[in-house]
Structures are given as C-alpha cells and as structure tokens.
Nanobody, 116 residues
Framework: VQLVESGGGLAQPGGSLRLSCTASMIIFSVHDTAWYRQVAGKQRELVAR???????EYVEGVEGRFTISVDRAENTVYLQMNNLKPEDAGVYYC???????????WGQGTQVTVAP
C-alpha cells in the first residue's frame, strides 16, 4: 500500500489548511486511520484518529480545531485544521492503525508551517 499525503503549506496563525491522504488500496473503510505529526528531532506523534465505524479522537491541544474524516468513495482521509497555531507545525503523515501501531509503510508526509 502506498500512502500519499498532500495539502500542507504555509498558513498564518488563525488560518486553516486541509490535508488529504490517498491510498493505493482500499484501506480506510477497513482499518482505523490516524494522522500523525513529526517535528524535527522528535518522534512522530498521533494527533487524530478515526475508527472504521466513524468515531474520532484527538490529542489535547487540537480538539475543537482539527477534524478527521474519511471519504470512502474517494478512498481518502482528510484532516481539516482550523485556527492554526505555531505549535501545529510539522510534517503530517497518515496511516492505518491497529491499536497504537501503524500498519503500512509511511508516505512522504506533507509539511505544515504556521507563521505570520
């Protein structure tokens, strides 16, 4: 399975971005799915997850600002990011997960920068 993330870029504080992730196979309707963020020098951290049944969870700090969703028809998972803060910056990755474990090889990620 190949994962391709897109939609990152430069946003001002308070701005919005919508990240997309597509997969080369039908996976998002089968497994739970997550978005991760990695900052240089730190481990990749999970920021949002959605179960195959549609229940979503968020880490503290992004809840109420980020929304994860899956479009099964398009085999795409999205992360809508609103009211961005500088600490949201990093490279964002998606993956299917089993428990706390990512299932597939990582894609290239998409860079998010938040600055005036």
């Amino acid at each position: 399975v190949q994962l391709v993330e897109s939609g990152g870029g430069l946003a001002q504080p308070g701005g919005s971005l919508r990240l997309s992730c597509t997969a080369s196979m039908i996976i998002f309707s089968v497994h739970d799915t997550a978005w991760y963020r990695q900052v240089a020098g730190k481990q990749r951290e999970l920021v949002a997850r959605i179960t195959s049944g549609g229940t979503s969870e968020y880490v503290e700090g992004v809840e109420g600002r980020f929304t994860i969703s899956v479009d099964r028809a398009e085999n795409t998972v999205y992360l809508q990011m609103n009211n961005l803060k500088p600490e949201d910056a990093g490279v964002y990755y998606c993956n299917s997960i089993y428990g706390e474990t990512a299932i597939y090889d990582w894609g290239q990620g998409t860079q998010v920068t938040v600055a005036p």
